[in-house]
């Protein structure tokens, strides 16, 4: 679907006015106020990142390992829920209590209209990563800041997705090496930590996964192109060698 066509489907009286916004930068998914993700519509502005379809397959994964591994409720935590991508579509598929947490108000507003929009309960919490979080989980999944601050990326998401969700300090692993120090505190003895990563982020976040959890199975998975995108650490569980 071209961009015009895109505009003329979901804006019927703004499309010349949409249009207009479209070829001075601004990205389709802000003019129209919502995209599609997995199987929900969920609304985003310039408050969210706009949820990519990589984070899509970090979500698919997730549930696959969570249907074959966890058989009563499980407790999930979603860390910088952002527009709730995540943490409305983990709790559609599957049997568990989900908790959000993200630093920016303007998010979780965004994040609660979407759980209302698709009549899901998550709670939701602002929390700077662990800050506000209470209690263990059998997952913790995130899709942090994973972008180092001098890296080059195309104009229209520097010029219009909020940077606090975009960048991170040292050489963007900052938020990846807080999660995974004081992770352990708040997860349950048999449970699984799931991250969406860059791309060549993989064997620098594996040493750091060992430096915490040197007696779990930490993996590294590809995306759809074959590029590393994903960091899973498996505690006390025994992973199938079939696919």
């Known amino acids: 679907m071209s961009p015009e066509e895109y505009l003329k489907k979901y804006l019927s009286k703004d499309y010349e006015k949409g249009l207009e916004a479209y070829k001075k930068g601004k990205p389709l998914q802000y003019i129209v106020g919502n995209v599609d993700f997995y199987d929900l519509n969920l609304k985003v ?26 058989t009563d409720k499980i407790n999930i935590l979603d860390i910088g829920t ?7 579509t983990l709790k559609k598929h599957l049997n568990a209590n989900v908790t959000a947490c993200d630093i920016s108000k303007e998010a979780l507003t965004v994040a609660k209209e979407n ?12 929390s700077d990563l662990f800050e506000n979080i209470n209690g263990k989980f ?12 001098d890296e080059e990326i195309e104009e229209i998401v520097k010029n219009n997705e909020p940077h606090l969700a975009l960048f991170a300090e040292d050489d963007g692993l900052y938020f990846y090496k807080k999660i995974l120090k004081e992770a352990k505190k708040y997860l349950n003895d048999k449970s699984i930590l799931a991250f969406e990563i860059g791309m060549n982020q993989g064997e620098k976040l594996k040493e750091i996964a ?9 993996k590294i998975e590809k995306d759809l192109t074959e590029k590393d995108r994903y960091l899973f650490i498996f505690n006390k569980i025994i992973l199938s060698n079939r696919k």
């Open 45 to 70: 502005n310039e408050n969210v990142l706009i949820p990519r379809f990589e984070t899509e397959y970090l979500v698919q994964k997730t549930i696959n390992y969570a249907e074959k591994i966890f």
């Open 82 to 88: 952002g527009s709730g991508a995540i943490a409305l």
């Open 210 to 218: 060992r430096k915490y959890f040197n007696e779990s199975t930490i």
């Open 115 to 126: 759980s209302l929009k698709n009549n899901l309960n998550v709670e939701f919490i602002q």
């Open 138 to 149: 059998d997952i913790i999944i995130s899709n942090p800041p994973y972008i180092a601050v």
